[in-house]
């Protein structure tokens, strides 16, 4: 048995974002964003057919659910505005009955001791501006910073942890790469515009909050996914690592952190004759207004060696042509969402953070580990017995305590997610919460226990294992 403790006020909680959880309600005001339109004409991609609509409905049950928090020892607690209910086009009048909620969201956490951490885009761009190309068009970018703006004057007198982008690497992936996100297009050279402007609107929209002055700080949440070789001592297998480093991981942490693109990144764009379109001063944007805090999101790691499969010219270039995935033998997967979990990564990253990115400040503001079918684990109290899920953060737990004690400058660790909670094209399919949600019952509520352990671990901040 050995004691893990933590530093004070470390950062004990959960993160969630708008789309997935607070549903709708009449006469709420919000418009369509990319997820209710996808589900309207394509209700058959969503695993059994539930939609954005059908969510843990945070919208009419937040009071119930931040006491809930309480429960579960959340001391900070992040989730997202969503822009389509801010603004139910995207740009133009505000949406009052969002204001009035947002308002009694982020009060109620606050006279709970939770401090709301607040992510401006977590994949949900509003139809109304998806309609003339989303990320592709530079008026989103103008549209986001006015967005972003008016949420840092109607909230930032409360809100002082603000994320511009919630993983925005996925839109690139999922929108304009590998289908799983609206519009589902494989054009390598939109998903280049796509990431150039998501970092544009980031770096602006930072410029819009220190320029504000509140007393706050502002970062971005990326997905992190370490890029391992198959053979440390193989140089083609590095390389491939590399490439795939910077398209996946260094693409936004070099420009969020160090406000420059990696090498090997430009290399490729230019390469491929790809350059995104630009204005003259947007690499200066982006180099003088990088972030204060980093969020990782950490869930896998991506395993890569050589090339050695064919390229598919099918949809012209693809960042696979420059790697392929390798499935290491006798890997610990979850079987349910498809993904290797290797504790090791969170130290890798954080120490990569400690060593190439200034130690910056950071925390974990994702891990998790959904899991189909937890009614199986119920026990005769209604309770879900996830031991699974306890051991798991314990794991990866025992890690982030690991590059503390080296020098790593992590302020927390947030699960993903609180509530079971709608999870895209996944809906309902893999759950995740330290609370179950019953969808039969009206998404009634019961605390898993793994809920009332994270209770403890924050209460003492730390454990014995
Ligand atoms: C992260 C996202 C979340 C969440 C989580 C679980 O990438 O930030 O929105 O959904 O992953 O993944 P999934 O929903 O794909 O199972």
């Not at 939609?51 to 992040?78: A, C, V, W």
């Not at 949420?151 to 809100?159: A, I, N, Q, S, T």
């Not at 609107?201 to 502002?218: F, N, P, R, T």
């Not at 999870?423 to 009206?442: C, H, P, T």
Request: with cysteine; glycine share 8%.
């Amino acid at each position: 048995m050995k004691t893990y403790n933590f530093p004070e006020n470390f950062w004990w909680g959960s993160a969630a974002s708008g789309t997935q959880t607070e549903g709708r309600l009449p006469n709420d005001g919000k418009g369509e964003n990319i997820w209710d339109y996808w589900y309207e004409t394509n209700p058959e991609l969503f695993f059994n057919q539930v939609g954005p609509g059908k969510t843990s409905q945070f919208l009419s049950k937040y009071e119930e659910d931040i006491q809930l928090m309480k429960k579960t020892g959340h001391n900070s607690f992040r989730t997202g505005i969503q822009w389509s209910r801010l603004f139910p086009k995207g740009t133009g009048e505000v949406n009052q009955v969002a204001v009035n909620f947002y308002n009694k969201v982020f009060d109620e956490l606050l006279a709970n001791d939770i401090e709301p951490f607040i992510t401006l885009y977590h994949f949900d761009m509003p139809l109304e501006l998806q309609k003339k190309g989303g990320w592709l068009n530079r008026e989103t970018v103008d549209a986001y910073v006015a967005y972003a703006k008016t949420c840092f004057e109607l909230f930032g007198d409360r809100v002082k942890k603000w994320f511009t982008h919630n993983e925005p690497i996925v839109p690139v992936e999922g929108g304009y790469l590998y289908q799983f996100h609206y519009p589902a297009e494989v054009n390598m050279k939109h998903a280049v515009q796509v990431g150039f402007h998501e970092n544009l609107a980031s770096a602006k929209a930072i410029a819009v909050y220190h320029g504000l002055k509140l007393d706050g700080e502002i970062g971005i949440v990326l997905n992190l996914t370490p890029s391992y070789p198959r053979d440390e001592n193989n140089p083609e297998d590095l390389k491939a690592s590399q490439y795939a480093d910077a398209f996946f991981n260094r693409s936004f942490l070099d420009p969020a952190v160090k406000g420059t693109f990696p090498p090997k990144l430009i290399e490729v764009v230019k390469e491929l004759n790809m350059v995104p379109e630009m204005e003259a001063d947007d690499l200066d944007v982006i180099k003088n207004n990088t972030i204060d805090l980093l969020g990782i999101n950490y869930y896998q790691p991506r395993r890569v060696k050589a090339k050695e499969s064919a390229i598919d010219h099918t949809n012209g270039p693809m960042p696979d042509d420059y790697f392929d995935n390798y499935e290491m033998p006798g890997r610990k997967m979850n079987p349910y969402r498809g993904w290797e979990i290797y504790e090791k990564g969170i130290y890798d990253i954080l120490i990569n953070v400690r060593d190439n990115y200034g130690n910056i400040r950071c925390y974990i503001s994702e891990n998790g580990m959904g899991v189909e079918n937890e009614e199986r684990f119920i026990d005769a109290k209604g309770e879900v017995q996830d031991d699974y899920r306890i051991e798991f953060v314990t794991d990866h737990l025992k890690f982030v305590h690991q590059a503390l004690e080296e020098g790593s400058n992590v302020q927390g660790y947030h699960m993903w997610t609180c509530m079971d909670n709608w999870s895209w094209l996944n809906a309902y399919k893999n759950r995740y919460g330290f609370i179950s949600v019953d969808l039969a019952q009206d998404g009634k509520r019961t605390i898993k226990k793994s809920g009332y352990w994270f209770k403890q671990v924050s209460d003492n901040n730390g454990f014995e294992a």
